[in-house]
């Protein structure tokens, strides 16, 4: 590795440094216009001409806010927390290609890459949760771990039907390999929805935000943090929601090829389409309680996923023939998802123990 | 599934309407005529005189004992009302806005102004005396009768 | 480094090994300042993991002593403390603090007034209902359903302030009808209203009745028979939602509530999607009912009755009944010959739903422990007073 080398990756990892808040700003820029369109509301418009300056300017303040540290928190703890949700979330940007040459590291296993390392991020949350010394971050704690360890398995179990196919773990070799056939989505749509749904419970957004839920445990981990540290977790999360989105589109709808437009605004027009679904999920979907989300992780997702790799597996070795037993198999189960799975292992209705009621007054 | 298809396109709907908001600084707020803003003294345009005779029923039946009244005998001849008030001071941090002291007066001479705006950063500004009492309520009538219960002795006009 | 705060002071005595690792219960403070207890409930919760084990409810924090100050007051200015109990539907208080002093007084009040009242009244039941679908919205996890509902009760809202110069709190009715004529395009007001009205029903009902995911969370959660919530002494939707009929306005017809035709929605488990639909129901009812007030409402004709001018209260007692959007509202009134009231006794139901919580949320997840408050719809005004 020559010194040139050194530099450029140095200047890779800082443009990225500087994209990640870019990617923040757009997004929560975004998020806040849709969703006070689709309520009715302006969303922001003071600041700036159409509001554009409100996210810069909400930056600013973060930056100059106090960043408290409670009495009752683990000091360090408390303290590096931040880094390690921070830290691990800039390195996976580094591992996804914006186009054939935009990448920062093309990694032959970049897939495992950019989906093993968001597990590190946990811990960063356990430490924020348990550094806090609050209950509340403790709980949220609890269900953030419990979620995203849950949901690491149909993440990638989902994408592994993917790679088959591709025959790569690489992810522009997952993206050429979709140029020449068809997009994934196609051929994989279940692989494609068990992605987003275990990829919007990695990240904790609606409506699996469970364990920051605002109305239950008021931010969990997030709870005691404020200024510049929790902007980066505010950070982190945007990030990771772009992240959900450009691997979606790399993965399952073709990345940056497409005909006429440059590539990466071919990659720009997809992942923009997906983050603009998961901001539309915020304002249409309420949220799961924990032991429903770990229901549909375990009992529906799960072992759709394994399925899902099976059917991509036997296609593999025997051609398409057997996929036509698929059809009706495909049927029954969308049939027996909608009749019985749902309301049989996610609702699960529980009944209410017996209550401890005041003694009715006696009359006369 | 359809459940939550159906939320997707209420959404949808509702993306494509357009906001509801208010842009309050920008635009003037809805207000109608009978809104309970802050109470104002009504002014005898005709007599160029205060309508108010300072005969303090408001401040007895005010709930929140905001308003202080006091009065002097009227020596002017041009109504023949016995007195005249000289202080009144309303204090409007204190007010809640019920609308009693313009249902108990007896002269129709005070009456809720849709006039909302005084904020002020030092809580005794926001003891208003009676020249801005008055200011608040130039140009305004009384928009709304006594009603049969509570009416009183009806001010007598003179010719002016 | 120094040591931990909560392990200071603890004797270690034995290190714990793997086959001994007992889960700890952890007592954690729901409230005052809490997003969803809906004001300022605050709720000693008791929980091993997720599942509460205990819960006691602990209120007072916005107590104003509204009965005592309603007690120093004349009876003209008892409306304005009267509609500070229920800040979210002010005239339904109003509306039972009347009838209490006019079986006081034996007023009778003209046609006009009653059907202004009853309309004023179901229109504030409408705003009190949206505010429920809206809180209960942000508690199941998501802000759209809190804009949908409160927009309409925006309009509401603009609707009482060109009546009544108020939003809130109103101080409109008074002895013997109203305190002031209604504007005198009050029906067209109304009726143009109505229709903006439905559609928003429509629309909430869209966005989450039917939503798979609000069923989950919803159906089948905190069920409740008609045993328990008649021990718990709860009443108004609460216990329509476990399945009996039990509406004031039909059981007294007080007012003229028997000249509406009207349904009384009842729930079948009395869970919190049952407690949810029946509110979302009874808000189509009402509509039904301003309709119907309004097509028999006089266009002309006194607002008040005979009042006398001084206004004392005469010796005895009168005790109200009411239909609240929370339940029974039950006013009692004691005169003693003076312009002040000698005791005003609100019997408030989300006091009752507020007690009913260390009963309901046992057994429940901390997630729901959220829902079931805002299932019970408890207005904080109305409980501590």
């Known amino acids: 590795m020559t010194l040139l080398d050194v530099v450029i990756a140095i200047v890779k990892v800082l443009v990225l440094l500087i994209l990640a808040p870019l990617i923040a700003l757009v997004f929560t820029y975004a998020e806040r216009k849709l969703l006070g369109r689709i309520q009715q509301r302006m969303g922001p418009w003071h600041v700036g001409p159409m509001g554009l300056f409100q996210a810069p300017a909400d930056a600013i303040k973060l930056l100059m806010k106090e960043s408290l540290t409670p009495e009752k928190a683990e000091r360090w703890i408390y303290l590096i927390a931040p880094f390690l949700v921070f830290g691990p979330t800039i390195a996976v940007l580094t591992g996804i290609p914006f186009t054939r040459e935009l990448v920062a590291a093309n990694l032959d296993l970049g897939l495992l890459y950019v989906l093993a390392l968001p597990a590190v991020v946990i811990i960063g949350f356990v430490m924020a949760g348990w550094g806090s010394g609050n209950k509340y971050a403790l709980i949220g704690t609890a269900r953030m771990v419990a979620q995203a360890i849950s949901y690491e398995l149909p993440l990638l179990v989902s994408v592994l039907g993917v790679a088959l196919l591709a025959n790569s773990l690489d992810l522009t070799v997952i993206v050429e390999a979709q140029a020449s056939t068809v997009w994934y989505v196609v051929v994989q749509p279940t692989a494609f929805a068990i992605f987003i749904m275990a990829g919007l419970a990695e990240t904790s957004r609606t409506p699996f935000d469970i364990a920051i839920a605002e109305s239950e445990v008021m931010g969990g981990p997030l709870i005691e943090y404020s200024g510049i540290r929790w902007a980066m977790f505010f950070l982190a999360e945007y990030v990771n929601v772009f992240i959900l989105a450009a691997l979606s589109t790399v993965i399952f709808l073709g990345g940056w090829a497409g005909p006429f437009l440059p590539p990466i605004l071919w990659f720009a027009l997809k992942t923009g389409f997906v983050v603009t679904f998961i901001l539309w999920l915020r304002a249409t979907l309420p949220r799961l309680r924990i032991d429903q989300l770990m229901a549909l992780c375990w009992k529906v997702l799960l072992p759709l996923s394994l399925l899902n790799l099976v059917v991509v597996s036997v296609q593999a070795v025997y051609g398409w023939l057997p996929m036509i037993a698929l059809v009706p198999l495909s049927v029954v189960l969308a049939f027996w998802f909608y009749r019985r799975a749902w309301t049989r292992l996610v609702m699960r209705p529980r009944p209410s123990a017996p209550r401890d009621l005041p003694t009715p007054a006696t009359a006369g | ?160 | 480094m120094r040591s931990h705060p909560r392990e200071m002071g603890r004797t270690v005595t034995d290190t714990p090994s793997a086959t001994d690792l007992a889960t700890q219960e952890l007592t954690i403070n729901m409230g005052p300042q809490h997003p969803s207890t809906h004001g300022v409930l605050r709720l000693i919760l008791t929980v091993d993991g997720e599942l509460i084990t205990k819960a006691i409810p602990d209120i007072g924090f916005l107590h104003r002593g509204i009965e005592k100050i309603c007690e120093t007051w004349t009876f003209r200015q008892i409306p304005v403390m009267a509609d500070r109990a229920d800040y979210l539907s002010a005239f339904t208080t109003e509306f039972g603090l009347m009838i209490a002093a006019e079986e006081l007084w034996e007023i009778e009040v003209p046609e006009r007034a009653e059907y202004a009242r009853v309309i004023l009244a179901e229109l504030n039941r409408l705003a009190s209902h949206f505010m429920f679908y809206a809180s209960f919205g942000l508690d199941v996890g998501f802000t759209t359903p809190t804009m949908f509902g409160w927009r309409t009760r925006e309009s509401i809202q603009d609707l009482f302030e060109e009546v009544t110069g108020a939003r809130l709190l109103h101080n409109y009715l008074a002895v013997g009808g109203l305190r002031l004529d209604l504007p005198p395009d009050f029906k067209d007001a109304v009726a143009g209203l109505l229709p903006e009205i439905e559609k928003s029903i429509d629309q909430c009902n869209g966005l989450i009745t039917d939503s798979e995911i609000f069923q989950a969370r919803t159906k089948g959660v905190n069920r409740l028979s008609v045993e328990e919530a008649a021990r718990l002494g709860l009443t108004g939707p609460m216990l329509r939602a476990t399945g009996i009929a039990r509406d004031l306005r039909r059981l007294l017809s007080y007012s003229i509530y028997d000249r509406f035709d009207f349904d009384i929605p009842v729930g079948e488990n009395g869970d919190l999607f049952d407690r949810y639909k029946v509110r979302m129901l009874e808000m189509e009812q009402s509509v039904r009912i301003v309709r119907q007030a309004l097509k028999g409402m006089p266009d002309e004709g006194p607002f008040q009755g005979k009042v006398p001018r001084i206004l004392r209260l005469p010796e005895g007692d009168a005790y109200s009944r009411t239909e609240s959007p929370r339940g029974d509202l039950c006013i009692y009134l004691v005169g003693s010959g003076a312009t002040k009231a000698y005791r005003v006794k609100i019997r408030s139901p989300a006091f009752v739903a507020a007690s009913a919580l260390e009963a309901l949320l046992p057994g429940a997840y901390l997630a729901d422990a959220v829902l079931i408050i805002g299932s019970t719809d408890v207005v904080m005004g109305e409980v501590d007073r």
């Open chain 2, 1 to 160: 599934m359809l459940g939550i298809l159906k939320a997707f396109k209420e959404t949808l709907s509702s993306f494509r309407k357009s906001p509801v908001t208010e842009m309050y600084p920008y635009e003037p707020p809805f207000v109608t005529s009978r809104t309970h803003g802050a109470p104002g003294l009504l002014w005898n345009d005709d007599l160029d005189m205060i309508i108010c005779t300072g005969c303090d029923a408001c401040a007895r039946e005010c709930p929140c004992d905001c308003i202080f009244t006091s009065l002097e005998k009227y020596t002017d001849d041009v109504t023949d009302q016995k007195t005249i008030v000289v202080d009144f001071y309303l204090d409007l941090a204190l007010c809640c806005y019920c609308s009693i002291c313009v249902e108990v007066c007896p002269y129709e001479a005070i009456e809720m102004t849709p006039e909302f705006a005084y904020s002020s950063y030092d809580v005794r500004e926001m003891v208003l005396e009676k020249s801005e009492l008055v200011d608040i309520a130039r140009g305004l009538t009384r928009t709304t009768a006594n009603p049969p219960g509570a009416q009183g002795k009806p001010m007598k006009k003179g010719e002016g």
